[in-house]
């Protein structure tokens, strides 16, 4: 699921995809919110911060991107389901807020 940004649409990324045998869907692209993942990312990074404060200051560094790369997945295995369950179940109500938007943007 992708939405417009310029990283998504890129020459390299769209010939990986195709590479690779994966199929792009369309996405409105004035409601990037309707993608329920997005909602994860917030308790994703307060876990990272929450346990890992270090992080801030390690730089960009091999160290740094092994370092968290570890602790997102530990945060990633941390989430409960019951989160992706809720973002499963609130589909229905996107899908019709974006509907009735116009696919225009959303309370979500």
């Not at 992708?2 to 994966?22: C, L, N």
């Not at 945060?75 to 974006?98: E, G, K, Q, T, Y």
């Not at 696919?103 to 979500?108: F, I, L």
């Amino acid at each position: 699921m992708q939405d417009g940004a310029s990283i998504h649409t890129a020459k390299a990324v769209k010939a990986w995809f195709e590479e690779h045998g994966i199929p792009v869907e369309d996405w409105p692209p004035y409601s990037p919110n309707m993608n329920p993942i997005e909602h994860a990312w917030f308790p994703l990074k307060k876990y990272v911060l929450d346990h890992y404060p270090e992080l801030l200051d390690m730089g960009a560094g091999e160290d740094a991107v092994l370092a968290l790369a570890k602790a997102l997945v530990e945060a990633w295995n941390s989430l409960p389901d019951s989160l992706f369950h809720a973002l499963i179940d609130s589909m229905p109500r996107r899908v019709n807020a974006l509907y009735d938007a116009k696919g225009w943007h959303t309370k979500y």
